[in-house]
């Protein structure tokens, strides 16, 4: 049996199969879970059912995370299906493509709170939920980016929402850790999705990345998979509070 044999883990924020949490669910699948998507409106269900059905995996339906009662609905879905849940994977994030570009100090009033809410309360807000399922004790999981922790070119207001989800991970970690619930992030390297297409010169960071991480190389979602599976399998049950870099290594240059 794999590492995740017996645990049961919602996916959130799969959007097509170049998605991050497609490569993680595919992972998790692959170590022995048993999943449940949501998928963000009518236009990504299409996508997201025959991507769930690979995977014998349910649809829990539509989540937009600036919907409560739309949070509220799927956890009551996992409630129905499963009785209680082992993990959950936050792979959700929003910025106005136009200022994904240029200077931080530009940013409106209103996309700020939109990102930061979409980007970073919605981590709490779903682990809000996710703890009254975890009885016997759980891991989250979210992603985050390099741009949280240095400056990085288009990354703006992106940046300042990561780095606030980074501290709601730790924060989280406090809070959960005595039902142990586990809280953690993985900073990916950049890889080529719908959302990173709307970051400025994104082909430009890719290949920087290339050029000089210590493995020459950018990371895939498989990679990101494996990491993943690992941090909501028993394996990593003494972490916490964690942001651990998959990411060719490019941390320790940038
Ligand atoms: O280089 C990259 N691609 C990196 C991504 C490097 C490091 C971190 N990340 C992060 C992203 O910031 C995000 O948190 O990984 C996470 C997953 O992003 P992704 O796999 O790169 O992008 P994508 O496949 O587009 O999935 C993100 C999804 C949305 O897709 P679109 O592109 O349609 O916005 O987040 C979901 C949506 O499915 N999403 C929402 N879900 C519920 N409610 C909402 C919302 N309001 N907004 C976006």
């Known amino acids: 049996p794999g590492i995740l044999a017996g645990k049961r883990g919602l996916i959130m924020g799969v959007a097509n199969n170049r998605s991050i949490a497609w490569g993680i ?3 998790a699948r692959n170590h022995g879970a048993e999943l449940a998507f949501t998928y963000q409106g009518d236009a990504l269900k299409k996508r997201v059912e025959p991507l769930a059905k690979e995977l014998d995996a349910a ?37 106005d493509k136009d200022e994904l570009t240029g200077r931080y100090v530009e940013t409106t009033e209103g996309n700020f709170t939109k990102s930061l809410l979409i980007s970073c309360y919605s981590f709490t807000a779903v682990a809000q939920r996710a703890e009254k399922l975890m009885t016997d004790g759980g891991s989250l999981l979210t ?6 922790e240095k400056w990085m070119p288009h990354y703006n207001v992106m940046g300042v929402a990561k780095a606030a989800l980074e501290a709601s991970v730790r924060y989280l970690a406090a809070d959960l850790g005595p039902k ?3 809280v953690n992030a993985i900073s990916a ?5 719908l959302a990173a297409s709307g970051i400025g010169d994104f082909r430009y960071i ?20 494996e990491t993943a599976a690992y941090l909501v399998s028993d394996m990593s049950r003494g972490m916490t ?13 940038g």
């Not at 509070?241 to 240059?253: C, F, N, P, S, T």
Request: glycine share 8%.
């Open 143 to 148: 992603l985050t980016y390099y741009g949280a």
């Open 59 to 95: 649809v829990v339906g539509h989540c937009d995370v600036t919907d409560a009662a739309s949070i509220d609905a799927v956890f009551d879905e996992v409630k129905k299906l499963w009785g209680s849940l082992d993990f959950v994977v936050h792979c959700i994030a929003f910025s």
């Open 180 to 182: 142990n619930i586990r």
């Open 25 to 27: 669910a595919q992972a």
């Open 241 to 253: 509070g964690e942001i651990l870099h998959v990411d060719a290594g490019y941390h320790v240059v």
């Open 206 to 225: 890719l290949k920087w990345n290339e050029y000089n991480s210590p493995l020459r190389r950018t990371v895939t979602t498989e990679e990101v998979g």
């Open 189 to 193: 390297g950049p890889i080529k999705t």
